[in-house]
């Protein structure tokens, strides 16, 4: 019997750029109105909006691919990079003050009327349903344009810029949805009313975690028995196995291939990373000691590119065995397809961008370098909690990754990500969205009482 689709209970905005801000969207297209509304690509949206947005978006996605690669790229990214700088959080004090970049936003949305005819025209029939927003413009555009219900902003990193919140925070009606404490702390030093801010954690798809985390608990004791070969590390640390997971839920056998993701970032900027992988695990990858997904999201382009590397490394004999491409044409699609690849693997190798909060699904996370700010404060984060561990060179993964096996780090970082990150952020915020004024508890309120 098929399920029944919930209640819509928000409008649900994005942004087509990247990944990541979509990647957010993706767990509430069930209780969104309509579907999830890209601001800067839907049905109607005016021609000169959207070649406003597509130069936008093609010219960061240019500075982030050749970032790395030309001096000239390296410095553009430097320059732009620094208009979205976050500030560092000690010692506290009022960072209240709008910055360029947000002054610029609101020149786009006042003088340019960039999302007006989305807030007049596409959502005028029905502002009684709250607004949900993964990017900060359309919430701010919803704000100056009069949007009459409850306005949410779902912050996607672990760290936050001052041009997320609006330039007059004290009379704003945003309210924010933040993915960890640092998040919450840090919107109170931008000037956001302490009663707009709800720590629900980052929304991660549902489909990976179950009722009562059955679907997450059953894929983690799998990759637990992967990433520990010898039991040594299951052995000192059975208690916590225990209490987290449960001790009848851990395999004797391996019910697949030790198996490695490598998602590159959208633009495709560290797919060099992954062909100098390739190249070293070419024969781990023949002997079928290993299994890797090569993530090509949405792009034609880096699947092209993953094909050829493929090709190069003499690897066309076990592609779609021991070696795969995930390549999707649309982004819903590729959403999909990699949250159901996601329970059968056992590392996840990315750039520290949203993926970092995907720790909380149990995945010891292998961060590739960080492009831009923000991602260098999620690296932090990741660190501290335990549930990433940086690159080696690429070139000689053949012997490090498995010597970082053995020694347990990846399991341990495995049940770090599990037990230190939040997971229920899709829960969290549909329930404020059902029950008017109520206020999720934090991370540290929920982690004392389970002690």
Not at 120 to 139: D, H, I, R
Not at 279 to 303: D, F, M, Q, T, W
Not at 375 to 392: A, P, Y
Request: with cysteine; net charge positive.
């Amino acid at each position: 019997m098929p399920t029944k689709k919930p209640k819509p209970l928000a409008w649900v905005i994005t942004v087509d750029m990247g990944y990541g801000h979509q990647r957010a969207a993706y767990p509430l297209d069930d209780i969104a109105y309509r579907g999830v509304i890209a601001m800067n690509d839907y049905k109607g949206l005016p021609r000169e909006e959207r070649n406003a947005w597509k130069q936008s978006r093609e010219g960061y996605e240019i500075i982030s691919r050749f970032q790395a690669k030309t001096f000239v790229g390296k410095y553009a990214f430097k320059l732009f990079d620094r208009l979205q700088e976050i500030p560092r959080f000690y010692p506290r004090r009022d960072l209240s003050r709008a910055n360029l970049q947000l002054l610029h936003t609101y020149r786009m949305i006042e003088k340019h009327g960039i999302g007006k005819h989305l807030f007049t025209k596409v959502l005028k029939k029905n502002q009684s349903l709250p607004l949900v927003c993964t990017f900060f413009l359309p919430a701010f555009a919803a704000e100056v344009y009069g949007y009459q219900g409850d306005i949410y902003c779902q912050v996607c990193d672990a760290d936050v810029s001052r041009t997320w919140v609006p330039r007059n925070p004290k009379k704003s009606r945003i309210r924010y949805f933040a993915p960890n404490l640092r998040v919450v702390e840090r919107l109170k030093l931008y000037g956001v009313r302490p009663e707009y801010i709800y720590e629900t954690g980052f929304p991660l798809p549902e489909e990976n975690i179950g009722e009562k985390q059955v679907i997450l608990k059953k894929d983690l004791a799998a990759r637990i028995v992967h990433l520990d070969p010898t039991g040594s590390m299951r052995h000192k640390f059975a208690h916590i196995i225990t209490y987290h997971i449960g001790k009848k839920l851990v395999p004797k056998m391996n019910s697949h291939p030790l198996t490695l993701t490598f998602a590159v970032g959208g633009a495709g900027a560290q797919s060099d990373i992954g062909q100098n992988l390739i190249k070293s695990l070419r024969a781990k990858i023949l002997g079928g000691a290993i299994k890797v997904n090569l993530i090509a999201g949405s792009r034609s382009e880096v699947r092209d590119f993953f094909l050829d590397v493929i090709r190069e490394n003499e690897l066309k004999s076990v592609l779609g065995k021991n070696i795969s491409i995930l390549y999707e044409e649309t982004k819903h699609d590729y959403f999909r397809s990699f949250n159901k690849l996601l329970r059968t693997t056992d590392i996840l190798w990315t750039k520290p961008s949203e993926l970092s909060f995907y720790t909380a699904l149990g995945l010891p996370i292998i961060m590739a370098p960080s492009i831009g700010s923000q991602e260098d404060f999620n690296r932090v984060w990741l660190k501290t909690i335990g549930g990433g561990i940086s690159q080696n060179d690429a070139r000689y993964a053949d012997e490090w990754l498995f010597d970082w096996i053995k020694s347990g780090w990846l399991a341990r970082a495995a049940l770090n990500g599990y037990s230190g990150a939040p997971m229920n952020g899709t829960h969290e915020i549909k329930r404020v969205l059902r029950e008017s004024g109520y206020r999720p508890k934090t991370f540290e309120e929920k982690s004392a009482l389970a002690v």
